[in-house]
Structures are given as structure tokens and as C-alpha cells.
């Protein structure tokens, strides 16, 4: 069995910074890719940014500049630093696995349970 667990979410004004943390737990020999989603109340879920197993980023268009994706793949770890952040940033932010391997079994398309962000006017 395999569980995302997000943390570091919570409430900031606006231009402050956060730092989101999402850490694979179980018997993982390998983690593909890893994302971090958001959705806003009454919006659809949304992509915020990738990261590959190598380190090659990508991001939506309005946190680009502003939010950095990273990880650490020894900690099995996905990182997402926000910076500047906006109201209009406030959602609940999911980690998302496309493909991870355990010693016996292969899961995809795994998701975190969500971590609240409210940046305040």
C-alpha cells in the first residue's frame, strides 16, 4: 500500500510564501513522475506543476515565477514552494503520483488526501 501525505498548508496574507511538503509512504522502490493539483471552491481541479524522476519542472501558467516544484527522491519527497502568493492562490492543494513501484506491486495514478491554502487580502 502506498499513501501521499501533504502538509504545510495553512493560512497566509497575500505576497507571503508557503511551503508545501508530500511524502510517499510504504515499501517504494521507484516514483515517475509527481504533480501538485489545486482546486478552488466551485472550480475544477487543476495541474500546478510537474516534476520528473530527473528533476525537469513544468507549471501552469499563472503560478509561473512564482511557485517552485522540487523534489528529493532519496525522501521520496515532492516539494512546492509559493511565493508572492494571491487570494485568487487559495485551494485545496493535492499531490498526485502518475506511477510508483513497491518491492511487489506497481500503483498508478495516486493522490494525496489535500492540504488547505488560504491566502487572505
Known amino acids: 500500500q502506498v499513501q501521499l501525505v501533504e502538509s504545510g498548508g495553512g493560512l497566509v496574507q497575500a505576497g507571503g510564501s508557503l511551503r508545501l511538503s508530500c511524502a510517499a509512504s510504504g515499501r517504494i522502490a521507484r516514483i515517475n513522475s509527481m504533480a501538485w493539483y489545486r482546486q478552488a471552491p466551485g472550480k475544477e481541479r487543476e495541474l500546478v506543476a510537474g516534476?520528473?524522476?530527473?528533476?525537469?519542472?513544468s507549471y501552469a501558467d499563472s503560478p509561473k515565477g512564482r511557485f517552485t516544484i522540487s523534489r528529493d527522491n532519496a525522501k521520496n519527497t515532492v516539494y512546492l514552494q509559493m511565493n508572492s502568493l494571491k487570494p485568487e492562490d487559495t485551494a485545496v492543494y493535492y499531490c498526485y503520483v502518475d506511477e510508483v513501484a513497491t518491492i511487489t506491486q506497481r500503483y498508478f495514478g495516486v493522490w494525496g488526501q489535500g492540504t488547505l491554502v488560504t491566502v487572505s487580502s
Open positions: 516534476i520528473t524522476r530527473s528533476g525537469t519542472a
